[in-house]
């Protein structure tokens, strides 16, 4: 549960949109070997928060790039999620940028390394220094619970650093939700029509200045069995506002011979 | 075939390598309701034409946006490729963000336009306002051919401006790509190994650090079967350097136990 998802639906809908870039830390994400996947999965859960990503980025395993990169995102969105680069070994360098991002030292954190050894209790030899790496945080920071393989994430200011395995960051991200304060979160209507992009859009720019600030319509191809069509997807926080606004996409359509279905 | 592989192998290895931006244009992307699959794609058909992708970033469909950041990105790298918002429709508008970022004017496009006007040539009705939109080309542009559906992409200065609709896009790599001067690929070689991360750690630090300028190495955790393992990346543009690094993170492997697989 998102921290505002217990007030009330006219306090939500005066609320401002929050906003979050995603950072995702990775030179196996730049070089193509490994695809990305976790932005998708942060839109969704952060849109059900209120909390709209508004920039990606992908950039490499290096500390000035990383720092400067966190220092320009978090000065320009309301929240950070970094993923990648928390681990135990030397190409693992995300805590020790967003340190210097911070200004702030490194230190061991009890409660991280009472974790690890817990979780290495059986053999306390594998809890070598390059492990106990994991216990080391930016001063100031405060833990995200790992329940899946115990080494921490953390949050410092604004910026969450979470790890980049899509299963950790994803449980991670069910401990942290709780600290998001968003706002409504967007609403979507989408249309499949068989009609190609070309003869609808001038209909649909029209109907995009009718709803100019209200909602954001989105064409998109459609290639199916050989035939050519397009999605629409409506966005908006009012419900009723973006019914209207479907409807009359609906009825240009149909106005244009062609035919629609919501998907 | 890149324009640079017909060179000698000893004047491809005195070569500095080339960068690469990729920026990922449209809202539905960040949405999280499309995947963003053409970053994997362009990073490995890039790496082969000796040009490294060193920064990738996915930004809305806002003309200021997309114009700062074509003209941040075209002065920090050799290259930059965009994909996304070139079709008809009215949040397509990464073209005329291009133009605005260089400084010059939309003009329709004369070869463009009778490609359109071919492709369309059945009916020429279909051929509406919108769709004469993307003979609109900012001036001084070159057209990348699309084999695909016609309404083509256009390369100006250091900038290639592609579509975001994935089989297209990798259709006009393919037109472009003879275009680029690159330096040495990017050689890997990957090690699977029966060790987690915390276990191969502080010896691969150290053969990184033996091969600090020569060879990039990553260390991936690997969940296989219930058992943890890790995958070791090493990757040089000269042959013989990796080939070193690599049965040196072989060895160090065995040292500690553990087997690896090369795949």
């Known amino acids: ?10 306090i939500i809908a005066g609320m401002m949109q929050k906003t979050a870039a995603v950072l995702i830390i990775g030179n196996e994400i730049l070089s193509g070997r490994i695809k990305e996947s976790n932005l998708g999965f942060l839109a969704a859960a952060l849109n059900e928060c209120g909390v709209k990503v508004a920039h990606a980025r992908v950039i490499p395993d290096n500390e000035t ?15 950070v999620f970094t993923t990648g680069g928390i681990g135990p070994t030397h190409d693992d360098i995300t805590t020790a940028s967003v340190a210097r991002a911070f200004g702030v030292p490194l230190l061991r954190h009890a409660e991280a390394e009472a974790r690890l050894r817990a979780h290495y209790r059986h053999d306390e030899s594998l809890l070598n220094a390059a492990r106990l790496k994991m216990a080391d945080i930016p001063q100031g920071a405060t833990l995200i619970d790992n329940p899946v393989s115990t080494a921490p994430g953390f949050m410092l200011g604004n910026v969450f650093v979470l790890a980049g395995v899509p299963v950790i960051m994803q449980a991670m991200f069910d401990n942290l939700r709780h600290h998001l304060e968003g706002g409504s979160p967007t ?4 249309l499949e029509i068989n009609l190609p992009e070309g003869t609808v859009a001038a209909a649909i720019t029209t ?24 999605t629409l997807v409506l966005r908006s926080i009012d419900a009723a506002t973006l019914s209207a606004a479907t409807h009359a996409a609906m009825q240009a359509v149909t106005a244009l011979g062609g035919s629609w279905k919501e998907i």
């Open 187 to 190: 609403l979507s209507r989408s």
């Open 1 to 10: 549960m998102c921290l505002d998802s217990v007030l009330s639906p006219s």
């Open 65 to 79: 790039i990383i720092a400067d990169t966190v220092n320009e995102l978090r000065a320009a969105y309301d929240y």
């Open 207 to 230: 109907i995009q200045k009718d709803f100019e600030k209200d909602v954001e319509i989105g064409i998109y191809p459609l290639f199916r069995q050989g035939e050519l069509g397009a």
